[in-house]
């Protein structure tokens, strides 16, 4: 059957959280209140790396740019959503859509690649602490990032190009984003090379993340055993907690949403597990390295006396 035997469709419904109407206005105030805390606690992660001479270093410098794509990440995804709680347009033109999804992958998947390069930062510091300021330079951290970035983009325009080339007979998205799967069940053809080609992706941008993390952690933990003062390994493991608490997170949500089969979950549990990567997760980030780092804690508190004085 040719393409243009099919209904042309021009734009797509969000049904949302319609299964949840009588809630809505609830919603509406948990997300608005978990995206303002969000915002506000990037913002201030990146300002106070910025401002701060002490949090100069390459951990707080791939920090601060987690924070910049997550800020990013959230702002494609969470005021529509938000929108359309309070009763706002449900429609998404093709090229809207096409574009939500765009950015959605791009900073998903630089988001799990810019963990990555933190996890090996941790590596250099505590198993070859004496080369660290040879070893990560400022020229391999921006390389890092880039490649990060890099990687994002490339992996987005595959996925997005994959998905809007086929036809579609359907226009109600049973999601609150254009995310990949919701997207590919609208199409009017078998889409079985579409979903290979996502788990494909998938595996590459989470496993092998995920793998290269666990491996530096492995090197990170023999290491810091065979410190001799429980001082020290005290400290050691102080400083690797906030990375390691943010990586389990991200990247076990992630991998339920999209290493598991066709989906297999009821649209309430895809939703669920939807809020959890594109609402709590960013949230994480900003909560657990304020609350659970000293260092940021002290510039925090500094930046706060500088301004009362």
Same mark, same amino acid.
């Given at each position: 059957?040719?393409? &243009?035997?099919?209904?042309?469709? #021009? &734009? ?18 948990? @997300?608005?209140?978990? !995206?303002?805390?969000? +915002?506000? $606690?990037?913002?201030?992660?990146? #300002?106070?790396?910025?401002? %701060? ?37 449900? @429609? ?13 992958? =791009? @900073? ?5 690649? +810019?963990? =990555?390069?933190?996890?090996? %930062? ?10 660290? =300021? ?11 990032? $880039? ?28 999601? @609150? ?12 053809? %078998? ?6 080609? #996502? ?32 001082? $020290?390994?005290? /400290? ?15 990247? $076990?949500?992630?991998?339920?949403? !999209?290493? /598991?089969? /066709? ?6 549990? %895809?939703?669920?597990?939807?809020? =959890? ?6 949230? +994480? ?25």
């Amino acid at each position: 059957m040719k393409r &243009e035997n099919y209904t042309l469709i #021009t &734009e797509f419904t969000f049904q949302g959280f319609s299964s949840f109407h009588e809630h809505q206005i609830t919603l509406f105030v948990v @997300f608005l209140m978990l !995206y303002i805390l969000t +915002l506000a $606690g990037n913002v201030i992660i990146v #300002t106070i790396i910025q401002t %701060d001479r002490h949090l100069h270093t390459p951990m707080y410098f791939f920090l601060s740019m987690l924070s910049t794509s997550e800020t990013i990440y959230t702002l494609v995804i969470l005021p529509r959503m938000l929108s359309s709680l309070v009763g706002m347009s449900q @429609f998404i033109s093709l090229a809207g859509c096409a574009t939500q999804m765009f950015f959605f992958v =791009t @900073f998903g998947i630089t988001n799990c690649f +810019l963990l =990555t390069a933190m996890g090996y %930062d941790r590596y250099v510091a505590i198993c070859n602490p004496l080369r660290y =300021t040879i070893i990560m330079s400022k020229r391999v951290c921006f390389q890092l990032v $880039g490649g990060a970035c890099s990687i994002g983009l490339v992996v987005a325009m595959t996925q997005v190009s994959a998905v809007f080339r086929l036809p579609f007979c359907a226009s109600k998205v049973a999601h @609150f984003f254009c995310d990949i799967r919701p997207v590919m069940k609208l199409s009017c053809i %078998d889409t079985t090379v579409n979903e290979i080609l #996502t788990l494909i992706i998938s595996v590459l941008v989470l496993v092998v993340p995920m793998g290269l993390v666990f491996i530096s952690y492995v090197l990170i933990i023999s290491t810091i055993l065979k410190i001799a003062s429980a001082e $020290g390994r005290k /400290k050691a493991f102080a400083t690797c907690a906030s990375h390691l608490t943010v990586v389990i997170v991200h990247y $076990g949500c992630a991998s339920i949403a !999209y290493l /598991k089969p /066709k989906s297999e979950n009821t649209r309430d549990e %895809d939703q669920l597990i939807s809020v =959890t990567y594109t609402v709590i997760t960013p949230l +994480l980030n900003p909560v657990v390295y304020t609350l659970r780092n000293k260092e940021v804690k002290d510039a925090l508190y500094r930046a706060i006396c500088r301004k009362l004085s």
